[in-house]
């Protein structure tokens, strides 16, 4: 069960964004919150919800290709969310004023289903959206509706009349809080006086207090001479998800001989540990760092195929020689660039899109792995 492995029961170094969340939550608002993919976003979301009592619904719009592909992930959230027998009897009673049927069975999980066309697709989505306000009023509990990659709407909402109408209710309902997680600030939030929260990198300081008594628990400690922590830290760049799986697969490598020994399935933690060196090298680092991104090297083949030329480029660049000036002339110069507009959308693009950290964090790869990965493929 290495999954759960380094899942931390408290959150890493996030404390003061938790207690604002919190706040917030605990007044029935709303909040935009912003921040690169792997860094923690939902795992701060869960906890804040979990410690005010507050139901949470989760939909990725980076699934959403549709309204009708919108409209089923969030009514198949609300089934996840509200799941009691006692629950269902309210959804069931609702559906009988819907346009819609609540389908259950001993072998399947209940199911909202419906066969409309697009106007009334509309009307649909305007009573989905209702009801958590409804289970939220009979319960007599919060609920917090968690809209992940918020901009992606745009991608088949194009006049904004649905992103319109999300925006509207996030106004109006008292019981729900809307989340909204983008990887940039949205003009728009401003305007609507939401609460914005954006997630900044890890220090380095937080990272090594965490992963040091991480590796203690695991009966395992970075060698002081080799400057294997050191080299962790600079290759995770503050960033929570992939520090968690560096430190999963130094413990998986460290342990990995251990399947030869007789009896190794049933073998207590003590007893693993008494037969493996607790010290880890720097070698033993920069060799787990290899196999990871030698497994995840498909995804980032696929990545880049899928980015613009210009992008890629930019990329690649700041990867090889990372810097806080990309814009300079002898930047541009050094790697190629282009010039003017060109590398600003690519930058701005890059960002867009979680990859790049903007000018406020120095225009570094916001995806350690990949920056690694590039490097390793360039070089």
């Given at each position: 069960m290495t999954d759960q492995l380094f899942v931390s029961q408290r959150l890493i170094g996030r404390e003061a964004e938790l207690l604002q969340i919190r706040q917030i939550?605990?007044?029935?608002?709303?909040?935009?919150?912003?921040?690169?993919?792997?860094?923690?976003?939902?795992?701060?979301?869960?906890?804040?919800?979990?410690?005010?009592?507050?139901?949470?619904?989760?939909?990725?719009?980076?699934?959403?290709?549709?309204?009708s592909r919108f409209l089923r992930l969030l009514a198949d959230s609300i089934l996840e969310g509200f799941s009691t027998p006692e629950e269902l009897v309210f959804i069931?009673?609702?559906?009988?004023?819907?346009?819609?049927?609540?389908?259950?069975?001993?072998?399947?999980?209940?199911?909202?289903?419906?066969?409309?066309?697009?106007?009334?697709?509309?009307?649909?989505?305007?009573?989905?959206?209702?009801?958590?306000?409804?289970?939220?009023?009979?319960?007599?509990?919060?609920?917090?509706?968690?809209?992940?990659?918020?901009?992606?709407?745009?991608s088949w909402d194009r006049t904004g009349k649905w992103e319109e109408y999300l925006r509207q209710e996030i106004q109006q309902q008292s019981r729900v809080s809307y989340v909204l997680v983008s990887t940039v600030i949205e003009s728009w939030v401003q305007q609507h006086n939401l609460h914005t929260i954006a997630?900044?990198?890890?220090?380095?300081?937080?990272?090594?207090?965490?992963?040091?008594?991480?590796?203690?628990?695991?009966?395992?400690?970075?060698?002081?001479?080799?400057?294997?922590?050191?080299?962790?830290?600079?290759?995770?760049?503050?960033?929570?998800?992939?520090?968690?799986?560096?430190?999963?697969?130094?413990?998986?490598?460290?342990?990995?001989?251990a399947c030869s020994l007789p009896d190794w399935t049933t073998a207590s933690k003590s007893e693993l540990n008494s037969v493996i060196n607790p010290l880890i090298e720097a070698h033993h680092v920069h060799r787990s760092a290899l196999a990871l991104v030698e497994d995840l090297a498909t995804t980032f083949e696929s990545l880049i195929l899928l980015l613009p030329p210009s992008q890629v480029r930019v990329l690649e660049s700041l990867a090889l020689d990372p810097t806080d000036k990309p814009q300079s002339r002898d930047y541009i110069q050094k790697h190629q660039l282009t010039r003017g507009g060109g590398l600003q959308g690519a930058l701005a693009g890059l960002e867009q899109k979680g990859l790049l950290y903007g000018p406020q964090y120095g225009y570094r790869v916001a995806l350690p792995f990949l920056s690694f990965w590039l490097k390793q493929r360039l070089l």
């Open positions: 939550l605990a007044k029935d608002e709303d909040f935009l919150l912003v921040g690169v993919p792997g860094i923690g976003r939902r795992t701060l979301i869960r906890v804040a919800a979990q410690q005010v009592g507050a139901k949470v619904l989760e939909i990725d719009c980076l699934r959403t290709t549709s309204a069931q009673q609702w559906s009988t004023q819907q346009p819609l049927v609540l389908e259950q069975s001993l072998s399947q999980r209940p199911q909202l289903v419906w066969h409309l066309s697009a106007a009334k697709e509309w009307m649909l989505f305007q009573s989905l959206l209702a009801l958590p306000q409804s289970m939220a009023e009979w319960l007599g509990c919060r609920v917090v509706i968690v809209f992940l990659n918020f901009p992606h709407i745009r997630l900044a990198p890890l220090s380095d300081s937080t990272i090594q207090s965490w992963i040091v008594a991480e590796m203690a628990d695991q009966g395992l400690e970075f060698d002081a001479d080799s400057q294997a922590l050191d080299l962790f830290i600079s290759i995770v760049q503050g960033h929570t998800g992939d520090a968690i799986r560096l430190a999963r697969r130094i413990w998986f490598d460290r342990r990995f001989y």
